[in-house]
């Protein structure tokens, strides 16, 4: 409810400004007042609110990840990792299946411990990580220094997944992963956005050179001020 009342305040607000400017600026830059003014400011506000807020907050509810509406989220890339914790390291060993749990909230070989109170060895080919719930099972190798098969082991050795995920030796029981896709979600958000603008200062009548310079610059202010609203 209060993200509703949010969204029609802005556009309410929206409304008024381009109203405004409209005004304003067709006085100072034309020789005469646009027509329809009564409903080009409600479909331009309605335009930017729905392709600025309303899609990425709904991309947002269905995509399960933060979806960039402020100028923070989107040129900063504050979207915090998705990490994945796993709970035991299943290792063959002499044909034989060993699993190493894991004890406490550490990460790291030392803090995965076998039945028989071994430490997670340093020298594994390949092991399979599982989380907690089982839902995830992911199969990590060893990546080889160099073609020569160099000796395994150390804090700097990284294994590597199938899906791509690295993992080293010293983080063993965690991986983050980058949320997918940000990047490009972003550069949607600010093409869409951007042409949102612009295309609603041609719907206001502007030429195009002055609805280009007006939707950048109102476009980043907008992005600055959702900052503090959201």
């Not at 009342?5 to 006085?27: E, R």
């Not at 709904?58 to 933060?66: E, R, T």
């Not at 200062?201 to 959702?226: D, S, V």
């Amino acid at each position: 409810m209060l993200l509703l009342v949010k969204v029609l305040i802005l556009y309410a607000v929206l409304v008024g400004l381009l109203w405004l400017v409209s005004l304003f600026l067709h006085y100072y830059l034309y020789t005469q007042q646009p027509e329809g003014l009564v409903w080009r400011v409600p479909l331009a506000a309605g335009v930017i609110v729905v392709v600025c807020l309303i899609f990425p907050l709904v991309m947002a509810q269905w995509w399960d990840q933060v979806v960039p509406i402020t100028m923070g989220q989107i040129f900063l890339d504050t979207t915090p990792p998705h990490v994945i914790e796993f709970d035991q390291i299943e290792v063959m060993e002499a044909g034989r299946k060993v699993i190493y749990r894991r004890e406490g909230k550490g990460i790291g070989p030392d803090n995965f411990v076998a039945p028989d109170r071994r430490r997670f060895p340093r020298d594994i080919e390949e092991f399979t990580a599982v989380t907690r719930d089982e839902e995830q099972r992911i199969k990590f190798q060893a990546m080889r220094r160099n073609q020569d098969n160099a000796r395994l082991g150390g804090t700097n050795q990284v294994y590597v997944s199938e899906q791509g995920h690295r993992m080293g030796l010293g983080e063993l029981g965690r991986i983050e992963l980058g949320s997918p896709g940000t990047r490009a979600l972003s550069l949607l958000v600010v093409v869409l956005g951007l042409g949102s603008w612009i295309g609603s200062f041609l719907l206001l009548q502007f030429n195009f050179g002055h609805a280009l310079g007006l939707g950048i610059g109102l476009y980043l202010a907008w992005l600055f001020l959702m900052g503090f609203v959201f």
